[in-house]
Each structure stands twice: as structure tokens, then as C-alpha cells.
């Protein structure tokens, strides 16, 4: 009897890891957003918007992905204040970049700086 319950939570554990049928149809796009190159020449923390939502927070040397539904996305970075002399943001708020995901995409992109701000620059895989 204690043989056939634990084989009976077996199976049902493995249903339950299984993957359900409406997820097989859903494709995502991979967006990987990289700080590894001294492009920006800040100690401060980075904060990556997806949608004007905070989704990640990057210091130097760091990378962070995200797996999204295809579609377009609105993508913005600004220093974020920490612990960090100087780091407090500044008073007008960063523009935004509009990225287009295809299912199936890997798209990599790596944050740089000009006289007007941060930005995302595209960037090879290098897989």
C-alpha cells in the first residue's frame, strides 16, 4: 500500500512538471543587456527600465537578461542614487529606446555614453 501512494506522487509530480500544452505554443525573444566594456565611466549603479518598469540594476563588469514576448519594447537607463558619492540622478529624465523582438531573437546590446547620455549600443554575441 505505501508503495502504490508513493509511486502515485511520482506520477502526479512528474505531471506537475511537466509543461502545460498552452505554454508550448508561446515564443519569447532573449534581450541581453551588457555593462562589461568601461564605456560608461561611472562607479553608480545603472537602472534598466523595460516598459518604465525597474527590471534590473547593473554595476560595472555585470550583464542581465531577459526572456519577453515578441513585440516592442521601451527601454530606458538611468543612474540610480546609492552609496556611491555623486550618484544621485539628474533632474531630467532619460530618453528612451524602442527595441523590436521577434520570436526566437537573441538581441545583445551594451550600454555606452555620448555628451547627451547613456544609451544601448548593439553589440555581437561572441558566443
Known amino acids: 500500500m505505501r508503495w502504490s501512494a508513493l ?7 512528474l505531471l506537475a512538471a511537466t509543461p502545460s500544452v498552452q505554454a508550448v505554443g508561446e515564443d519569447y525573444g532573449v534581450l541581453i ?3 562589461e566594456r568601461l564605456e560608461v565611466a561611472t562607479s553608480c549603479e545603472i537602472g534598466v527600465y523595460l516598459q518604465d518598469q525597474l527590471a534590473a540594476r547593473l554595476f560595472q563588469e555585470q550583464s542581465t537578461s531577459f526572456n519577453l514576448p515578441p513585440g516592442n519594447v521601451s527601454l530606458r537607463l538611468k ?3 546609492g552609496q556611491t558619492p555623486g550618484c544621485n540622478p539628474g533632474m531630467l529624465a532619460p530618453g528612451s529606446q524602442n527595441v523590436t523582438l521577434k520570436a526566437g531573437d537573441v538581441l545583445k546590446f551594451r550600454i555606452a555614453m555620448t555628451q547627451e547620455g547613456m544609451y544601448l549600443k548593439p553589440a555581437a554575441l561572441n558566443y
Open 7 to 13: 509511486s502515485l506522487f511520482g506520477f502526479l509530480s
Open 79 to 81: 543612474l540610480l542614487p
Open 33 to 35: 543587456i551588457s555593462r
